[in-house]
């Protein structure tokens, strides 16, 4: 139960510091850097991008660069300072705009070793029904956040609908959130990419006006992300390889949350820790609980 806890902070903590990273008021290094001196400081990398904790890799074209793991951390928790978090891999981030732009935005590179994610009953997902429940998980939670002192946060609903590619096995969405205390609505956007062993996860937060900035770059990064030989989705082995005990419907939700239906125990327990932070996915809590409790009673959960 504590692993699979820390499994769950981690892929949430991603999605905490980016978003406490947008709705900062301004940037410091706490090194006595400009944030330009900062930047350069920065060890960029270009073209074929090794993932080797993951067993992936990257083809990036000129329009971003890679910061490898050190450098990501550096960034996330010096410049942009959120809370440090052992499960970032690296940061692609778009040449264009820079990290010290106001425009600015970059993707967080994770990876689940959870288990192969069967996608059997993709073609099957409601997304219109699973947004609805988000919503009235996320709304039904925000009395416990008001209570604990934290402002109140909304789903608004999707800023790109999720969609599932089963030849590429990948799949990416966008959540549009209001936070009570913010000027402007939030964008959190989403990719997965399935593995044998687990799934890679690409997230990236700002502004909703940086809608169609951040949609084209994601679009642009699809094709680009791949699992190396041996490690890719059609290489499972039924016989030897880890099942995750959720399919593709739960990655919305955090793909981990599916095991433990943690989320709303453990909403509190990070609203004490970042009053910003995207507790949205807190609501998906029920959502889970109910795709799951058929499972559970099979014993797929334990």
Request: aromatic letters at 8%; one cysteine or more; hydrophobic letters at 45%.
């Amino acid at each position: 139960m504590k692993a699979m806890i820390r499994g769950l902070l981690a892929t949430l903590c991603v999605g905490l510091a980016l978003s406490a990273a947008a709705q900062a008021p301004e940037e410091g290094t706490g090194s006595g850097k400009t944030p330009e001196q900062f930047v350069a400081s920065l060890h960029f990398k270009d073209g074929e991008i090794a993932v080797p904790q993951a067993k992936a890799h990257f083809r990036l074209t000129s329009a971003f660069h890679y910061l490898e793991q050190a450098d990501a951390r550096r960034v996330l928790e010096e410049l942009w300072g959120n809370p440090p978090d052992e499960s970032v891999l690296g940061l692609i981030v778009p040449a264009t705009p820079t990290l010290v732009d106001d425009n600015s935005w970059a993707v967080v590179v994770t990876y689940s070793d959870d288990g192969y994610v069967s996608d059997e009953d993709a073609a099957k997902i409601d997304y219109q029904e699973m947004l609805e429940e988000m919503q009235q998980g996320t709304k039904d939670e925000n009395a416990a956040r008001k209570e604990a002192g934290y402002g109140t946060v909304d789903l608004l609903g999707w800023a790109v609908a999720p969609r599932y590619d089963a030849a590429s096995k990948k799949m990416y969405w966008a959540k549009e959130l209001k936070f009570d205390e913010a000027k402007d609505n939030t964008l959190n956007y989403d990719i997965r990419v399935l593995g044998r062993n687990g799934y890679l996860s690409l997230n990236a937060v700002s502004n909703m006006s940086e809608l169609g900035l951040v949609q084209t770059g994601m679009q642009q990064l699809l094709p680009m992300t791949e699992f190396d030989a041996g490690a890719r989705y059609a290489d499972y082995d039924s016989s030897t390889d880890k099942v995750a005990a959720y399919g593709v419907a739960a990655l919305i939700g955090g793909g981990l949350a599916a095991k433990a239906g943690l989320f709303a125990k453990l909403g509190l327990i990070l609203a004490k820790f970042w009053k910003l932070g995207l507790i949205a996915f807190v609501g998906l809590g029920a959502l889970i609980k109910k795709m799951f409790a058929g499972k559970r009673e099979k014993g797929a959960v334990s």
